[in-house]
């Protein structure tokens, strides 16, 4: 447990497993008190007033081994990342001709276009935008290369969740290794310091400031069933210390939204008579967020409006999996990134992406290598939060019967073979046996400013860690718990 003597934390100071039973039961009640002390909880599947630790917010025992240099990689590439977003989101030919094979079939994402087609047509009436960002990435090492690599899985530029839980997990696990018998010193190195909260309060206080209307408020556009609204509170609570008074934050869902916005003269965004400076999107993602037309008709009056929207409809376009299939064809980066050296760290991060639509030979024979190879490949429809994948055999199932446009609605990637570590992962009333299990991390970071022009800031991250078998990678959806790294 000593520091290695030229101060670099190596694996060898990762505690050493199996722990002896007896220390994983302490540490297992350690724990759980931690997390219900602060607030480390979602609304129970059950109950609209009742929340509970662990149930939906499964968490790792310990922290879990990861590759310094690849941590810091991820962190240092965070500010082009966004800036990169930024400024897809203003390109209008870009992203229409990006989208144009995916709309002909999926008609969530059909809306969306529509929506950016009459924002633009009209005039965007908000110049300046925010993008709260995660980006998402696995340490991957296939069988031709030497060492492991990080690489991108996606960013998220709407809804980007769990920075408040990530934060309580880090201050968790550095108790459970204190208690562990781990020296303060060692714990500061191994243990990168975790503050993703302040940052995203940060970013909409900007914002909100930028707007320069003291009495105008912010609001957060919700599900109208929320089990995440702890994390959401958190960082709600942190703007109001920055300034914003508890009553200009509110909390509405698309179709209260509706009912309660309306659009002045001069295309500001009028809630029960008050100015809305910003919109903080933690729904709309999802085609179950617009049940019926008055959700949508409550998006396209905030896209049309003054307010500066977290993201705005532009980023949201930005953000699909087909967006990133076609950055990372040639020459796409670098229309955005102008230094050479800038673009290339960030493609360095990116893993094989296709197409496939196209009716090109190459694009023929990365298909056939999937439904050959179904384990190399992912099949991604245009959908967020989790669970819409295809991954194996069903994968190559759904290749095969995927007919004319419809494919233009999908992409492929190539699948990431994430490094393998062992943890405990701590579910409600399941056991907790040691478990091999693989990692992705998310750092998380804001770009702000109009076209051209904006200001990002990185900060804070959420390991998210799974069974070496699971296909699908999000807490929400059940098959990760939320982790931190031990950096070595
Ligand atoms: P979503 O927007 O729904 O989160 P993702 O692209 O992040 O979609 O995919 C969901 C999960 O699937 C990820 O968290 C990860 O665990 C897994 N996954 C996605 N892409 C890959 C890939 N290329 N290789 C391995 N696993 C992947
Ligand atoms: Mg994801
Ligand atoms: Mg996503």
């Known amino acids: 447990m000593s520091d290695s003597q030229d101060g670099r934390i190596l694996l060898a100071d990762y505690p050493k497993l199996p722990l002896p039973e007896d220390r994983t039961d302490f540490l297992v009640q350690e724990s759980l008190d931690f997390a219900h002390a602060h607030g480390l909880v979602m609304r129970t599947p059950q109950h609209i007033d009742r929340s509970d630790v662990c149930q939906n917010t499964p968490i790792a025992l310990l922290p879990s081994a990861f590759p310094r240099n690849l941590f810091e990689k991820a962190v240092n590439v965070q500010n082009l990342i966004a800036a990169l977003y930024h400024e897809v989101a203003y390109d209008y030919d870009f992203l229409m001709k990006t989208h144009e094979q995916v709309i002909k079939t999926d008609v969530f994402t059909k809306n969306l276009v529509e929506i950016f087609k009459k924002v633009q047509e009209e005039g965007n009436a908000q110049p300046v935008s925010l993008a709260i960002q995660r980006s998402d990435y696995m340490c991957h090492k296939d069988q031709f290369s030497a060492e492991y690599t990080l690489k991108q899985i996606e960013v998220n530029n709407i809804a980007s969740s769990m920075g408040a839980h990530a934060e309580r997990v880090s201050k968790m696990h550095y108790r459970n290794m204190s208690i562990l018998g781990y020296e303060k010193a060692l714990l500061n190195k191994s243990l990168p310091k975790n503050e993703p909260i302040s940052m995203i309060a940060e970013a909409l206080f900007v914002a909100w400031k930028h707007f320069d209307n003291p009495a105008a408020v912010v609001l957060v556009v919700v599900e109208t069933v929320n089990q995440n609204q702890i994390d959401q509170r958190v960082v709600e609570y942190e703007l109001e210390k920055l300034g914003v008074p508890p009553d200009q934050i509110v909390r509405r869902d698309l179709n209260q939204c509706n009912e309660s916005l309306r659009l002045s003269e001069t295309r500001g965004l009028m809630y029960h008579g008050s100015f809305v400076a910003v919109v903080y999107f933690r729904a709309g993602y999802s085609p179950d967020h617009y049940p019926t037309q008055a959700e949508w008709d409550a998006r396209l009056l905030i896209e049309r409006s003054t307010a500066i929207k977290a993201p705005w409809i532009g980023l949201q376009l930005a953000n699909t999996k087909k967006t990133q299939q076609v950055l990372a064809e040639d020459g796409a980066v670098e229309r955005f990134i102008g230094h050479p050296r800038e673009a290339a760290a960030i493609r360095s991060t990116f893993a094989g992406l296709w197409a496939i639509d196209q009716n090109d030979p190459l694009t023929r024979k990365i298909v056939q290598g999937a439904i050959n190879h179904p384990s190399r490949f992912v099949l991604k429809p245009q959908l967020e939060g989790g669970g819409g994948n295809f991954y194996g055999e069903p994968m190559a199932e ?66 998210r860690t799974k069974g070496e078998t699971v296909d699908e990678g999000g807490v929400a959806v059940g098959a990760a718990v939320i982790d931190s790294p031990f950096l070595y």
């Open 398 to 463: 759904k290749l095969k019967t995927l007919e004319g446009e419809e494919r233009g609605a999908y992409i492929l990637m190539e699948r990431l073979q994430p490094l393998v570590v062992e943890n405990y992962l701590i579910r409600a009333n399941q056991p907790h046996p040691l478990s091999k299990c693989v990692s992705e991390l998310g750092i998380y970071g804001y770009a702000f400013g109009k076209r051209g022009e904006c200001v990002t800031k990185t900060g804070g991250h959420l390991l």
